[in-house]
């Protein structure tokens, strides 16, 4: 289910209430894990701006007890897994 227009900034409350909708399809299924795709115009390169977004959305994830993995970023060219050296790098 997509979520269109997000600000750059992803506001964690905002990040907490797209992950509850989450919820309702994978309550009380066990041992799987929720896929996600950031996607955006421009180059496969990961952003600072892409980190940001994913960062969050793995710690409102772990609020919910949602297992998130793998983390994707889709460009025009392209498709990606984000790895954990992707979200560890520094700006």
């Known amino acids: ?3 269109d227009d997000l600000e750059e900034d992803l ?18 299924i066990t041992g799987g894990s929720l ?3 950031l996607t955006r115009p421009g180059p496969a390169t990961v952003t600072d701006v892409d980190r940001a977004r994913a960062r969050t959305l793995l710690a409102a994830s772990r609020a919910h007890r949602l297992k998130v993995w793998p983390m994707h970023l889709a460009t025009k ?3 990606r897994m984000l790895t954990v050296d992707d979200l560890l790098a520094s700006p």
């Open 11 to 28: 506001d964690p409350k905002l990040a907490s209430q797209l992950l509850s909708v989450a919820e309702i399809p994978v309550e009380g």
């Open 1 to 3: 289910m997509p979520f």
């Open 35 to 37: 896929a996600m795709a």
């Open 77 to 79: 060219n392209c498709v």
